[in-house]
C-alpha cells in the first residue's frame, strides 16, 4: 500500500476491512487483507499461478452507481478478463456491519499486478486487491 493517497482515510480503513469472498458457494475462499490464505495457495497451485487479482469494476470511486450502471461495468470487466484470457472466480466484496453494498467482483488468476493496476484504473477503481506468490492479499491504491 502506498503511503501517500488521495482517498479519505475512512475510505482506506473500510478497504481494509473488506472480505473479498472468491466464489458463491459454501467453498468460498474468504481474502483478508495481510493474511496468508492457504485455501488460496492451493487454488493457486492447482491453476498453476503464483499470483492473482480481485478486481472490481461497481462504484468507481466508492460513489455509488445506480444497479443498472454496475451490471453494465461488471460486464465490460468479464469481457475485458476474457479477452486476456484468465481464468476469473466470480466473487464479491462487502465489510460486515454496514451499510455498503456487497459488490460483485473477479479473482483473475494470474494476473500481474502492474496489468491489474491498469484495469482498476481503467474502471476508475480507489484500488484493487492483488495477491503475489506470498498468498498475503494487498490493497493497492490507484489513487
Not at 52 to 58: H, K, Q
Request: aromatic letters at 6%.
Amino acid at each position: 500500500m502506498t503511503a501517500a493517497t488521495q482517498i479519505h482515510p475512512d475510505k482506506v480503513r473500510a478497504y481494509l476491512a473488506t472480505d473479498y469472498r472468491i466464489g458463491h458457494t459454501s467453498q468460498d475462499i474468504v481474502l483478508t487483507i495481510g493474511k496468508r490464505s492457504e485455501r488460496l495457495a492451493a487454488l493457486f497451485a492447482t491453476n498453476g499461478v503464483d499470483c492473482g487479482a480481485f478486481l472490481t469494476a461497481y462504484n468507481p470511486r466508492g460513489t455509488v452507481q445506480t444497479d443498472a450502471a454496475n451490471d453494465r461495468a461488471h460486464a465490460e470487466l468479464a469481457a475485458k478478463l476474457q479477452a486476456l484470457g484468465l481464468q476469473a472466480i466470480e466473487g464479491s466484496g462487502s465489510e460486515e456491519g454496514t451499510d455498503w453494498p456487497s459488490e460483485k467482483s473477479y479473482f483473475a488468476l494470474g494476473l500481474a499486478l502492474e496489468p491489474a493496476k491498469e484495469i482498476g484504473t481503467h474502471f476508475d477503481q480507489d484500488a484493487i486487491v492483488w495477491v503475489g506468490a506470498d498468498v498475503v492479499p494487498q490493497l493497492i491504491l490507484l489513487r
